[in-house]
C-alpha cells in the first residue's frame, strides 16, 4: 500500500468531523454562550489569547511527548537487550516482574516519583527536578521521566514477545549452522527485524501516552496543549486537537506505508 496523500485527507475529513461533533454539541444542546470569545480561552482564572498562546502550549506538551517517547524507546531497548542474554528462567521472572509493575496505575507512580524527590532533597538539599509548576514556569525532565514509564514497559514487552518469536525462525538455525555467534545474530539480524516490526504497534502506544500526557498535565500543574481542551471554548478544543490530529496523522501514514513496502504486513497482520 503506497502513501496516498487522498487516504490522508480521507482520514483527517473523518477526524475533523468527529471533533467538529464533539466540540460544539454541547452549543448545540445547550445554546451558544453570546459571551464566549473564540480568540481567547479562561485557565486557572486567567484568560489567555488563543494566538499564539496556543503554538506555544502545543511545543511544550509535545516536548515532553516525544521526550518522553524517545526515553521509552531507549531504555526499551536496553532493558531487552540486557535479559536476552539471561538464561531462560530469569526471562521469565523479569518479564513476569515487569507485567506486574504495569498493572500500576499512572498516578501512583507519579506520587512515589514526586515523593521519591523531595525524600533527596530533605536529605541531601540537592534538588534533582521541580515536583510541579507555579502560573507559567515550564518543568521537563519529572514528566518526562513519569510519562516515559508505562511505555518503557510496554515496548519491552513488546519487543521481548517479537524477540521471542524472532529466534524461533529458520533463518536463526541456519545463521548458527554457519558458526556466527549468539551476539552477532542477535545485534546483526534480530534486533534489526524486531525493530522494524515494532513501529506496528507505535499507534497504540501513542494513543496511550496521549491519554497519560492528560493526567501529566494535570498533576503536575503544566499549562500544556491537553489542559487548554479544558476550557469551555469549544473552539479552543477544535483547534488543539487537530494541531495533534494533523501532523502525527500524516506520519503514520507514511510510517505505515514504508512497513507494508518493506515487510508486506500491516496493522491488522500485527495484530
Known amino acids: 500500500m503506497k502513501f496516498s496523500v487522498e487516504n490522508y485527507f480521507d482520514k483527517l475529513r473523518s477526524i475533523m468531523l468527529g471533533v467538529i461533533l464533539i466540540s460544539f454539541l454541547p ?29 506555544e502550549k502545543y511545543f511544550y506538551s509535545m516536548t515532553i511527548f516525544m521526550g518522553a517517547l524517545l526515553v521509552g524507546l531507549c531504555f526499551a531497548i536496553f532493558f ?3 535479559t536476552s542474554i539471561l538464561h531462560h528462567r ?15 496505575p499512572d498516578i501512583f507512580i507519579v506520587i512515589v ?17 521541580n515536583v510541579t509548576t507555579l ?7 519529572l514528566p518526562i521521566l513519569t510519562l516515559s514509564v508505562l511505555p518503557t514497559i510496554q515496548l519491552f514487552k ?12 529458520p533463518y536463526i538455525t541456519v ?28 499507534k497504540t502506544i501513542f494513543v496511550f501516552m496521549l491519554s497519560n500526557l492528560f493526567i501529566m498535565e ?21 483547534i488543539s486537537v487537530m494541531l495533534i490530529a494533523i501532523p502525527f496523522t500524516f506520519l503514520f501514514e507514511l510510517a505505515q506505508s514504508f512497513i507494508y513496502q518493506s515487510t508486506g504486513k500491516n496493522e491488522e497482520g500485527a495484530a
Not at 558458526?179 to 516490526?197: A, C
Not at 489542559?227 to 469549544?234: A, P, Q, V
Request: one cysteine or more; glycine letters at 4%; proline letters at 1%.
Open 80 to 82: 531487552t537487550f540486557c
Open 135 to 141: 502560573y507559567d514556569d515550564k518543568i521537563y525532565l
Open 90 to 104: 530469569l526471562k521469565r521472572m523479569i518479564y513476569g516482574l515487569i507485567s506486574l509493575f504495569e498493572s500500576l
Open 27 to 55: 452549543s448545540l444542546i445547550h445554546g451558544i454562550d453570546q459571551k464566549v470569545n473564540l480568540w481567547e480561552y479562561t485557565l486557572n482564572d486567567k484568560t489567555y489569547s488563543l494566538f499564539p498562546d496556543l503554538f
Open 158 to 169: 513488546i519487543t521481548f514477545l517479537l524477540m521471542n518469536e524472532e529466534q524461533d525462525k
Open 175 to 202: 545463521a548458527k549452522s554457519m558458526g556466527l555467534s549468539d551476539h552477532y545474530i542477535l545485534i546483526r539480524h534480530v534486533f534489526k527485524n524486531v525493530l522494524f516490526n515494532l513501529f506496528l504497534y507505535f
Open 113 to 129: 516519583l514526586q515523593l521519591t524527590i523531595v525524600y533527596i532533597y530533605q536529605k541531601t538539599g540537592l534538588l534533582i527536578a
Open 218 to 238: 494535570y498533576v503536575f500543574n503544566i499549562h500544556g496543549i491537553m489542559m487548554t481542551m479544558l476550557s469551555f471554548n469549544s473552539f479552543m478544543f477544535f
